[in-house]
């Protein structure tokens, strides 16, 4: 048995697609019918199929940047291609017009849920456990929580249909706060916020989580850039690799 140390924490806060899950599929999928006609009886796999490849190739550029649905409307903009820094993101998506990025988010949200729920097999075999992952919330269960941009009821049936549903004590759905999420389980739960370990593959939600006093781990696994590891390394953010969470083992019970 792994033997438990100061440092082992009470809860575990993580993300949900890059850490727990790998979605890139599906999330390419509904960034592309954000902005085009979806025509709800072409079969999933025929709409998957149609996306072009170009697109795809935009939209991972796209991903390594983004921290909220709304973002994967940058991947319809030809100049993503272009993208090599954070700053050129940014930029990037603070030219649109909020309006439209209101109708991207409402139709891909719409997408989702259609094949969610009107192609449920479909839809969840986009969606592939990282290695460890399911071991890991099984060894935490009940002392874990979702924080992620996807939405609850998403995150729900795919972690149902992995069995890990009663694993996840609660999920913070569609949210970029995700410090203030962290603080607010510390709060309502009663743990000290350093007993928290928060894990994401996004480095901007894990330096504000770490401003919190939380344990901040940097999902290696998930999407990132070369920019964003030497920005990481510069404020020594601890870095997590999937083959170390085997070793992450939640907190000895307090003594009676």
Same mark, same amino acid.
């Given at each position: 048995m792994t033997a438990r140390t100061a440092a082992d924490p009470s809860v575990l806060a993580l993300d949900f697609d890059g850490v727990?899950?790998?979605?890139?599929?599906?999330?390419?999928?509904?960034?592309?019918?954000?902005?085009?006609?979806?025509?709800?009886?072409?079969?999933?796999?025929?709409?998957?199929?149609?996306?072009?490849?170009?697109?795809?190739?935009?939209?991972?550029?796209?991903?390594?940047?983004?921290?909220?649905l709304d973002h994967f409307v940058v991947a319809h903009l030809p100049q993503a291609s272009a993208i090599v820094s954070q700053a050129d993101f940014d930029r990037l998506f603070a030219s649109l017009d909020p309006a439209t990025v209101r109708t991207f988010t409402q139709a891909a949200t719409a997408?989702?849920?259609?094949?969610?729920?009107?192609?449920?097999?479909f839809w969840l075999e986009l969606h592939t456990i990282y290695p460890g992952m399911d071991a890991l919330l099984r060894r935490f269960n009940g002392s874990a929580v979702v924080v992620t941009a996807k939405d609850a009821d998403s995150v729900r049936a795919i972690l149902a249909r992995h069995g890990l549903g009663d694993t996840v004590a609660e999920v913070f759905g569609e949210t970029g706060a995700k410090a203030e999420a962290v603080q607010d389980v510390s709060a309502r739960w009663g743990v000290p916020v350093e007993r928290i370990t928060f894990i994401d593959d996004n480095l901007t939600n894990a330096v504000r989580v770490a401003a919190t006093g939380a344990r901040s781990r940097w999902a290696q696994w998930g999407y990132q850039t070369p920019e964003h590891r030497a920005e990481a &390394?510069?404020? =020594? /953010?601890? %870095?997590?690799?999937?083959? &170390?969470?085997? =070793? /992450?083992? %939640?907190?000895a019970p307090a003594a009676a």
């Open positions: 727990i899950c790998d979605a890139l599929e599906e999330c390419a999928l509904v960034s592309w019918l954000g902005m085009h006609p979806h025509d709800t009886s072409v079969p999933g796999p025929d709409q998957l199929a149609a996306v072009p490849e170009e697109f795809v190739t935009r939209f991972r550029r796209v991903r390594d940047y983004s921290r909220l997408a989702r849920d259609h094949f969610r729920t009107e192609e449920a097999d &390394e510069r404020l =020594a /953010l601890t %870095p997590l690799h999937l083959d &170390e969470v085997a =070793a /992450l083992v %939640p907190a």
